[in-house]
């Protein structure tokens, strides 16, 4: 049985609840390390963000950057489930090392937007957060769990 197909196919049909069903018996027959399994751990990523699980998205976003630290697909992952828990400057972090990794639109805008709100929230003091997104060069060891030069 492919389990990563099912998951797939689960998730498209937005059946998140067997997506990840799916997926974490596809997990469970992976090494941690091997091809496919940061896929994995991203797909689940998604599902339980999509479930409405954010803490559990961001377990399974971390896993996915151990697995494959340079793939930006796992940092904009865990930036997603962090600003869904209101952790805004981690999230934004993580969406910066996403850039960082491969340029994106998406992520550029998703970056101005949690810096504008960050922000407004320390009453337009620049010092709060990380003003150009071009000048993110690491990211932090603890939640990441990876290392960067």
């Not at 974490?24 to 091809?35: G, K, Q, R, S, V």
């Not at 896929?39 to 559990?56: C, D, F, H, K, V």
């Not at 904009?76 to 972090?93: D, P």
Request: proline share 3%; charged share 25%.
């Amino acid at each position: 049985m492919d389990h990563k197909k099912l998951g797939n196919a689960a998730f498209r049909e937005a059946d998140y609840a067997a997506a990840i069903t799916h997926f974490t018996a596809a997990i469970n027959a992976l090494d941690m390390h091997a091809p496919g399994a940061a896929t994995l751990y991203s797909n689940r990523s998604a599902s339980y963000m999509l479930m409405g699980e954010p803490r559990r998205a961001v377990e399974d976003a971390r896993s996915a950057i151990s697995a494959k630290p340079e793939w930006c697909k796992g940092h904009y992952r865990l930036a997603s489930a962090l600003e869904a828990l209101g952790e805004k400057h981690l999230a934004l972090e993580s969406f910066q090392m996403s850039l960082k990794l491969e340029d994106n639109a998406e992520v550029a805008e998703r970056c101005e937007t949690l810096q504008q709100q960050l922000r407004e929230e320390n009453n337009g003091s620049a010092g709060a957060c990380r003003t150009n997104v071009g000048e993110f060069i690491e990211c932090r060891c603890i939640l990441h769990r990876c290392q960067h030069p």
